[in-house]
């Protein structure tokens, strides 16, 4: 069955504000933190049966930032008070000796990062799964295509089954 979408950018009807991220020591440059998303356009769309797909290119006051994709979203899943938010990426979720954690807390994910078993690029992955429970997301999930499809991947909730 064929899904209606639409592809936007943040800057698009002001989809999704940022500002210029602030590091003590570097210029970031045009790298942005977002700050508001504009749900109505979104409601609008996916009460017409449109699916947004949306690129993290964000509209500033003066300038557009680039936004960690994790992060806008994130912030959308956030600003549409959405049940699930799914992170689809190259690896099945959050692994522990080559096998996928198929559930995680808030409290678990401290002290993973903490002794290695988070790491690299999933550390700010799993930072806006986490974020995005403190939102309001139910419930956020970091898998692959093979587990977007069988259902498999890391459960981030508050509380788990």
């Known amino acids: 069955m064929p899904i209606d979408a639409v592809g936007l950018s943040g800057v698009d009807g002001g989809l ?3 500002d210029k991220m602030t590091h003590e020591s570097v210029d970031m440059g045009y790298t942005g933190e977002v700050t508001a998303v ?10 017409q049966g ?6 993290p290119i964000c509209l500033g006051e003066d300038s557009n930032f680039n936004v960690n994709a994790d992060h806008v979203a994130g912030a959308v899943a956030a600003a549409l008070e959405a049940e699930k938010l799914v992170f689809v990426s190259n690896v099945e979720g959050v692994l522990k ?3 996928v954690i198929p559930q995680l807390t808030p409290n678990q994910v401290g002290e993973m990062i903490a002794d290695g078993t988070i790491f690299g690029g999933m550390i700010p992955k799993v930072k806006t799964a986490l974020e995005s429970l403190i939102e309001g997301v139910a ?11 069988s259902g498999g991947g890391t459960v981030f ?5």
């Open 16 to 18: 999704v504000s940022a």
């Open 38 to 47: 504009r749900v109505d356009l979104l409601v609008d769309m996916l009460d």
């Open 50 to 55: 449109v699916t947004p797909v949306i690129a």
């Open 97 to 99: 000796d080559g096998a």
């Open 139 to 149: 419930q956020a999930v970091i898998t692959n295509l093979k587990g977007l499809s």
């Open 157 to 161: 909730a508050e509380k788990l089954d």
